[in-house]
């Protein structure tokens, strides 16, 4: 996982001025969990859950 990897690459989302990129210090370490989910649909999926339960449209 390359360390400044971010939502949208770091651009806000339409209506926002929240950026979401990370910025490190010298040193500093960062901790995450990164989940996935492979699903197929036709109607599109409205919902992923923590636990990885989908809820289509």
């Known amino acids: 996982l390359e360390p400044f ?3 949208g ?3 806000p989302e339409p209506g926002s001025d929240k950026r979401t990129s990370m910025i490190f210090k ?3 370490t ?5 989940r996935a989910v492979v699903f ?7 919902r992923i ?3 990885g339960e989908v809820t289509t449209r």
Not at 30 to 34: F, G, S
Not at 40 to 46: C, K
């Open 40 to 46: 197929e649909s036709t109607t599109g999926v409205s």
């Open 30 to 34: 960062k901790t995450a969990t990164v």
């Open 49 to 51: 859950t923590e636990d």
């Open 9 to 11: 690459a770091g651009i």
């Open 26 to 28: 010298p040193g500093e």
């Open 5 to 7: 990897t971010s939502l």
